[in-house]
């Protein structure tokens, strides 16, 4: 009997905790109060990497990677968001972190996409508030077109590389297992679709 009720109680705890753990948002919507656009965005954006441990221990170069919409009266246009650091990089020297980011393929399941970049500032997406939060303080945002078709291809691809630069290309693969991020984006494009 004693070891029925610690099963039960042990499976209540479980339950609990998945509960708790599931409440959080996976995605935000929001009225940017300075433009009257409506912003919806994933809360985890998907983490890249290239390893550059060639130069030293533990060196990598990061790309966070978000989708956003800007609906603006009805008119929605699309996003990637990247979060662009190194743990190489001077963190005052953005420019050295956008370089090669101006010629960007994104390859879902080996099908590429080239990506057209908007811009590396917010009001280039006429936005004023920072959608994303920086993942360090250094990192260069940079924000590109997409389509909604798009990020559907990014949310259901089981393979995401994303490749910079003309002359040397540089390759970016997807950061270990990324199940949160994922169901963030496929909360996105749920909600993208109503």
């Known amino acids: 009997m004693r070891t029925w009720l610690h099963l039960i109680g042990s499976l209540v705890a479980v339950v609990s905790f998945g509960a708790c753990s599931s409440s959080a948002p996976l995605f935000v919507e929001r009225l940017d109060t300075n433009t009257g656009v409506t912003v919806l965005n994933a809360t985890e954006p998907l983490v890249l990497y290239r390893d550059n441990s060639g130069h030293a221990a533990h060196a990598r170069d990061y790309v966070y990677m978000g989708p956003i919409e800007v609906n603006n009266m009805g008119a929605e246009s699309y996003y990637l968001w990247l979060g ?8 005052t020297r953005l420019v050295s972190q956008r370089n090669g980011f101006e010629s960007v393929v994104l390859y879902a399941d080996g099908e590429p996409m080239p990506l057209e970049i908007a811009g590396w500032t917010l009001d280039t997406i006429g936005v004023s508030e920072p959608v994303y939060p920086r993942p360090v303080a250094g990192a260069a945002d940079a924000y590109y077109r ?35 991020p994922s169901t963030s984006l496929q909360a996105f494009v749920r909600r993208a679709r109503n």
Do not use: K
Request: glycine letters at 2%.
């Open 146 to 180: 997409v389509t909604a078709d798009q990020i559907r291809l990014i949310t259901d691809a089981r393979d995401v590389e994303l490749r910079t630069g003309t002359a040397r290309e540089v390759a970016y693969t997807l950061w270990d297992q990324q199940s949160l």
């Open 84 to 91: 662009i650091w190194s743990t190489m990089r001077d963190a």
